[in-house]
Nanobody
Framework: QVQLVESGGGLVQAGGSLRLSCVAS????????MGWFRQAPGKEREFVTI???????AYGDSVKGRFTISRDNAKNTVYLQMNSLKAEDTAVYYC??????????????????WGQGTQVTVSS
């Protein structure tokens, strides 16, 4: 099994920044995609970003140009730098992992492992 533990959430004013971290432990994979989803109250879980072992990344349209994903493979850790935060970024942010070199990533069902989530609240 794989355990994912997120950290770094909190309360920030609009226009501010936050950095989330997610550490993976347990079973390891030679190649995998590791990314972030978010879920606001009353809404479906939304794709935010993913980083593949190849170095390829992808972002949801709502965060392009503001959020940046990075990863440290030696530490099995992925980071999400969130800048220019808006009130609509308020949500629980979940780290997710799917084994493999590449593949579909837009839907939560594509991912095998999930963290417990960390709350991000942006005040306007």
């Amino acid at each position: 099994q794989v355990q994912l533990v997120e950290s770094g959430g909190g309360l920030v004013q609009a226009g501010g920044s936050l950095r989330l971290s997610c550490v993976a432990s347990g079973r390891t994979f030679s190649t995998y995609g590791m990314g972030w989803f978010r879920q606001a109250p009353g809404k479906e879980r939304e794709f935010v970003t993913i980083s593949w072992s190849s170095g390829a990344t992808a972002y949801g349209d709502s965060v392009k140009g503001r959020f940046t994903i990075s990863r440290d493979n030696a530490k099995n850790t992925v980071y999400l730098q969130m800048n220019s935060l808006k009130a609509e970024d308020t949500a629980v942010y979940y780290c997710a992992l799917r084994p493999g070199f590449s593949g579909n990533y837009y839907y939560p069902s594509e991912f095998d492992y999930w963290g417990q989530g960390t709350q991000v609240t942006v005040s306007s």
